[in-house]
């Protein structure tokens, strides 16, 4: 069991980045009227939009990264609590 929650947690951590880079990229096109820059080699995109791009990508990764291993934890705990009780 203690697998199969940890495989969720992996899951749910994976598609939560994916609706975090999404977003990001929604609310960077919003918010400039140009695409994200994805390619750092691309010398179309300014050196501090990139910059900015890829810290705004890393802080939402480690926060989503946070949350989900902590999520994990507390369900693995609860799982330990209630098998203890039966």
Same mark, same amino acid.
């Given at each position: ?23 990001l990229?929604a ?7 140009? /695409?994200? /820059? ?9 050196? /501090? ?6 810290? *705004?990508?890393?802080?939402?990764? *480690? ?19 209630? *098998?203890?009780?039966?």
């Amino acid at each position: 069991m203690n697998v199969l929650i940890k495989l969720l947690g992996l899951v749910v951590g994976m598609g939560a980045g994916i609706a975090a880079n999404k977003a990001l990229e929604a609310i960077w096109s919003k918010s400039t009227g140009k /695409p994200a /820059p994805k390619d750092a080699s691309n010398l179309e995109d300014s050196l /501090p939009g990139v910059v900015l791009f890829a810290f *705004a990508g890393g802080a939402a990764g *480690a926060v989503i990264h946070v949350l989900t291993q902590r999520a994990t934890k507390k369900a693995l705990n609860k799982l330990q609590e209630t *098998a203890d009780e039966v």
